[in-house]
């Protein structure tokens, strides 16, 4: 009779990853009793090198480096996915990023979108929101609820969220510089409609280095803006414990023109910086880093972007555990969500633009993000119409429910392509992460204007090789044909900007104007003070929106201490 083979390590931890799944399955049951392909076939959870060895050439004792490297998925370096069953539980949340011209008609928009199947919020601020003006500024003439919502006072915020269930839905808020001021602006209504704190859900960009390197939209220096940060760090702690206190955001990195590599460096980096700031001020990490989000980008080459997504979950789980010694499991999982490539979009044949957001999102998708927001077609164009945002859901319902790919977790795990590439992404992204490192740190790097070289680099690199046709943009520089003008794009009424001039001074023109001044006054003090004890900035400027003042006022307050940073 023949001795039985021992059990390999990956069958042994196989048998401890079954036990934790029929755990997880009482708390979040199958979508579905079964989940098979077209023709039948049951599928599995999740797959390993046990289902195809003569493919993979698993050795015996399971030595070969999956265990280590790759894993299962739900656990440590994740790669696999930060949930054992990912989608087989829960689908990602779906979100279509919206906001344009007033408070009424964004919210109006959300209604649209709540009532066809969207899961949770993700509001778009015009200009002066994101740098701290209001709309009678003269710097904001023209741009006035252009590219997002225009939201200057917490009476704009009470009409933004009417008739929302808070309490039920989490809302996403893509803002940076005035991110205390727009998340105070959000607690002082859920706190006028009784909602407990504890219950908030959502997301606030408030991730203010990539706009040094790649966006834009900053007020303050870097450093006393990392102080602003991290008081939302602090105040979320006590009082918004579900609330994901920063997206690090490689999305907008690479809409600079950055490639994938170093989409996942930078960004990797960044969230070394806000993790530093952090713990300088006190924090300890299994206290905040479970609530640290990201935000991805998700560009066209689809193999590229699911192995960019798996390298991104190794090397946070890695660099979280090993460098800052944080002992949680949750601390080290990188939750992501993602949105198709703004920057991919044309405007020659836009419905091609429907087939590059589709091909976008299916590799959100195998990559593993937690939500997602699909481009409208027209986007290059115009904002989106009601008619393509739509689109943009549905995109997202069909692949759900329809592809496949929601039912298997890491489907795409094994490709030889896959993992290869997701290796050799994390190897180059940790040569740029030491290079940061030995120039001091990721701002210390943006100071000498490092990534800023980078990104410009690589998209010129990109430029030119689409003007050689070394890169084919379909409909672009080859596939070109002759196309009539465009219809049906939404355009904003001119009279929108005049009647939010009006709204801003008849808001100021009814408050109690010293009730006003002392809160402001009460800001500044604090401001000017070190970030202890009660000297929380976001804290009193809940206090402030509470008072009724503006958007403008409160940045203008925090521009006399800190002052206004101005690019080199």
């Given amino acids: 009779m023949s001795k039985e083979r021992p059990a390999s390590l990956l069958e042994s931890r196989l048998a401890e990853f079954s036990k934790r799944q029929n755990k997880l399955l009482t708390k979040t049951p199958p979508r579905k009793p079964q989940f098979f392909t077209d023709a039948g076939i049951t599928l599995k959870d999740v797959y390993t090198p046990l289902d195809a060895p003569h493919a993979h050439g698993q050795e015996e004792d399971g ?12 656990e440590y370096p994740f790669v696999r996915g930060v949930q054992g069953n990912m989608y087989r539980g829960r689908l990602w949340t779906m979100r279509q990023y919206a906001g344009f011209g007033s408070a009424q008609d964004s919210n109006q928009r959300y209604h649209y979108l709540l009532q066809r199947g969207q899961t ?6 015009d200009l002066p929101t994101q740098m701290g003006r209001d709309p009678d500024h003269e710097v904001s003439k023209g741009e006035v609820g252009r590219v997002g919502v225009s939201i200057a006072s917490v009476a704009d915020m009470r009409v933004l969220l009417a008739g929302l269930p808070l309490s039920q839905i989490t809302t996403s808020m893509t803002i940076n510089a005035t991110a205390t001021t727009l998340l105070a602006m959000y607690v002082a209504i859920a706190d006028e409609q009784g909602i407990a704190r504890n219950q908030l859900g959502g997301t606030v960009q408030n991730d203010i280095l990539k706009e040094y390197m790649a966006r834009g939209t900053y007020v303050y220096p870097p450093r006393p803006s990392l102080r602003l940060i991290t008081d939302l760090f602090s105040f979320c702690q006590a009082e918004l414990p579900k609330w994901n206190t920063i997206s690090i955001s490689g999305y907008h990195i690479r809409e600079a023109g950055c490639d994938a590599v170093q989409e996942v460096a930078f960004t990797l980096s960044d969230g070394i910086a806000y993790v530093e700031a952090a713990l300088k001020v006190g924090l300890r990490i299994d206290e905040f880093a479970p609530r640290l989000s990201f935000f991805f980008n998700a560009h066209n080459n689809l193999i590229e972007e699911v192995a960019k997504f798996r390298a991104a979950r190794r090397l946070w789980a890695k660099l979280v555990r090993e ?10 999982m990188l939750r992501f969500h993602c949105q198709t490539a703004g920057s991919m979009l044309t405007a020659q044949q836009p419905l091609t633009n429907v087939v590059r957001n589709s091909v976008q999102a299916l590799g959100a998708i195998l990559g593993g993000c937690q939500s997602l927001h699909v481009n409208a077609y027209d986007e290059a164009l115009a904002l989106p119409s009601e008619e393509s945002a739509l689109l943009a859901l549905r995109t997202q319902q069909v692949l759900a429910h329809e592809s496949g790919v929601a039912d298997v977790v890491d489907p795409l795990g094994g490709s030889y392509a896959v993992e290869c590439l997701t290796d050799q992404i994390e190897a180059q992204a940790w040569e740029y992460i030491r290079r940061i ?3 001091g740190g990721m701002v210390a790097a943006i100071e000498q204007g490092y990534p800023q070289r980078e990104i410009e680099r690589r998209a010129y690199e990109y430029q030119r090789q689409v003007e050689s046709k070394q890169r084919i943009v379909v409909g672009v520089n080859e596939f070109v044909m002759k196309e009539p003008p465009p219809k049906g794009l939404l355009k904003l009424s001119p009279e929108a900007e005049l009647l939010r001039v009006q709204e801003i001074r008849s808001f100021r023109a009814a408050r109690d104007e010293q009730k006003t001044h002392m809160a402001l006054r009460a800001l500044e003090q604090k401001a000017s003070r070190p970030s202890a004890g009660d000297n929380n900035l976001l804290a009193a400027t809940l206090d402030a929106v509470k008072a009724n003042a503006t958007l403008g006022e409160i940045a203008d307050t925090l521009r006399n201490v800190f002052g206004e940073y101005r690019s080199a």
Avoid: C, I
């Fill in 323 to 332: 460098r800052f010694s944080a002992k949680d499991e949750k601390s080290w």
């Fill in 63 to 74: 030595k070969s480096g999956y265990v280590e490297e790759v894993g299962l998925p739900g």
């Fill in 120 to 125: 949770g919020l993700s509001v778009a601020f």
């Fill in 437 to 439: 490192d030995e120039l």
